[in-house]
């Protein structure tokens, strides 16, 4: 099957099985590999992509079902607004250790503060609870949400609870 | 002398036995006898030969030493000789050479190098980047500062003393001259390199790169989607590879419906290949299988779905986690099969003492699970000759293993080192780079072989499970007087599996009058592994767990008992250098030093005051020269699931943190990545197979799990030691510990889960 893809804004046309997922479309089609794999079953966050700005999962969104939805990447996320203030803070706090989830927290993270740009501690866990980083640098990928929204980075949870 | 014991290698820890490093025959890396009959590797830099024209990454570029290349721009290209797994040793290493070398930072660009022994021992594992490389790096931008220093006194006609380097400029004071590196490079390039050992180091009040928060070299890549892991490779020509192995290890192929898969859609070629050997999955070598090629990986994957094996009956496929958990219940009754250490009469002692205690503990396998799959772009040209672009931790291993399978000269074997989604001692195996190898030469064209994430649960080398009977007598005082550990493990006929030992001088060996370590094997045929912290992350839980019962069943406060059994701040005999490695000596005061830090930060004399229903667990352990206490402040849900509310880590790695950035991280990442296992991480074996397929039944933690890790460094005047691994074992037994103080339930059994199943067997 043909298929007209719209990525980072510019039109792809690509020939592949309706039941191909969008992952594989990007890295080995359109050799977009920032989307990373993962799992294959939507657990990890890694393939983490957006349609029309909203989080979804490469690895398990058939080509067929994209339609005329507006693709970004990591590729293309910078030229947002929230994109770039959280590759901004994700660099300046030194977020990553292998780096490999990061597409996918970044884009996450975007999303999130493209719809509350002032996250609390829980709305950080809960838009990014299924993101898992292997390295485990949840810390700092809190600490760089906040300070992407131009918020305390400190973690204050702890006080809260004693 | 046995190089083999001396040497350092990454499959295991300094104090085990390992595969001799392999010597250039250009002699770069030259090895002689050391004192203390250990085996010094030293680094020799040779004269830049490749200077005139050699063919770098600016065109331009002229090359100090093979780890420098400087352009005329000033622009300086360093190369970083290991494995980045994510534990920063891309930054790391240059940083060093950057400091000594006197650029500034932001003129510096990191390449990764290739496999080539010009760079001698390059790996990531047992946390020795640091102590292996510490003074070797300094010194070789040190020996290149002082080739610019010497050119510029060339040009200039006066005494090289009378030059001094800063920020990528030589300046002759008396007469004001200055020249950038970047005119200098060409001259110095063609200057006969010094010694390493004659170079002078800085002191540390110079550093300007040393000691700042510098972020990964790489980051701002990663984060624009670049192509920079083993999965981004992208050759010419290349084709897409699936590769099918037995569920159960060690399972041959008997038939495949090989003619079907050739004609599915997009499908080039598909074969089966056979094992390199019988005992091939238990030594991660090259197993049966069978290899799907296509033009795309998913029309290879999808194919693989249509495939039929019929693989060979197992005559061992009855192992199951049940059925060792039995056998081990049964051996812990009897006595061990033989003995580790035996330090005067258990018996005796347990007999005189006041009170004697006993306590089962057990931890199950545990899966690697790098984020990034399993994966290997190989490339077998007409002439036998192999290229292969691997994420790999272990790379001239890896080229061995290829060379020894294909039957070649490992000199032909050609090894790129991508970065690694994540290590954890995954990527010290590379059963994945010799199938890419194998299906490339029975392909005949440049192959990318990716597993999916079940392949990848089914094919790893496992962090071993293991159960420990322990009894232990205290004296009137609360004091252990009496300690025992009959250790239940695994093995293959006879030989402790790897991963599986119990050191002899395991904590509380030594510190404890009458002391035994037992040991009886169960055999295994599932194949096991170094795990991030290897040993350290299971016996830590159960060792350290124990301890707290010991505290607790003598009336001491278990911070008070364990400065009482290390006793007072003391050197212990420091051992002889191995591999050029300078071990600092084991020092009682470094543990005072963390434990004392932790306590204090963590609020432990107040702990009274909590309110109930919240704890404060403690432990400490030392690994890969790493002195680690650590804090959980802790409750439990309603559930019964444990609620983690902040956990304080110290840390004593020496004098010098060479990149805060990284350093934080990593005790942060390493705590976080210690409480996911204890909370929740569970391999199990059923019919000689894995049963986990994914990250559905396999739980990493996730961020709303994650509390926050409060980090302190204690500065030792020590040579700086590793860090990806000695945070992580303390936090496993700080938990358990913490839940028992804050309710009453001694966690014995990993994973913690819900402290509900624990009331029974506590």
Redesign the interface.
Known sequence: MRYTIRVNGRRRVVQS?AD??LL?VL???L???????????A??G?CTVHLDGVPARACVTPISAVGNAAIV???GI?RSHWGRRV?SA???L??????????GQ?MTATALLARNPRPTDAD???A???????????????AAIKRAAGLPTA?T??AD?? | MDNDAASVHPDHPPSTPSAPARLSRRAFVTASLTAGGGLLLTLHLPAAARAAGAPTERSESAEINPFISIAPDGIVTIMAKNPEIGQGMKTTLPMLIAEELDVEWKNVRAKQAMLDPIYGPQFAGGSLGTPLNWIPMQQVGAAGRQMLIEAAARIWHVPPGECRAAKGMVHHRPTGRALPYGALARKAAALRPPELDSVTLKSPKDYTIIGKFTGGIDSPRVLDGDRLFGIDVIVPQMSYAVYEKSPVFGGRIVRANIEEIRALPGVRAAFIVRGSAPDAAIKMGLVDGVAIVADRWWDAEKARRKLRVEWTPQARSRQSTQAFAQEAARLMRSSAHSIIRRDGDVDAALARAAKVLKATYSYPFLAHATLEPQNCTAHVRPDGSVEIWAPTQNPDSGAHLVAQTLGIDPGKVKVHMTRCGGGFGRRLSNDYMVEAAMIAKRTGRAVKVLWDRTQDFHHDAYRPAGFHAFTAGLAASGKPVAFRDHFVTFGQDGQVASSANLPRDHFPAGYVPSLEYGQSLLQLDVPTGPMRNPGGNALAFAFESFIDELAHAGGLDPLALRLDLYGPPRVLSAPPPRGGLRIPPFDTGRVRGVLELVAQKSGWKRRGALPAGTGLGLAFYYSHFGYVAEVVKAGVNPDGTPKVHKIWAAVDIGRQIINPAGAYNQVQGAVLDGLGQALHLLITVENGRVVQRNFDTYHLLRMDEAPPVEVHFLLSDNDPTGLGEPALPPVLPALCNALFAASGTRIRSLPIDRLHSHHARA
């Open positions: 099985d191909t997922p594989w890295r080995d089609d050799r977009l590999t920032g989307s990373k794999f993962g799992c294959g079953i657990y990890c890694a990447t990591i590729e910078g590759k994700w660099l300046d030194d977020v990553m250790q292998c780096g490999y989830c990061q597409a970044v950080i866990d809960q990014m609870r299924n993101n898992i980083c292997r390295c485990c640098t949840y810390t700092r990928i809190r973690d949870r702890e609870h004693g």
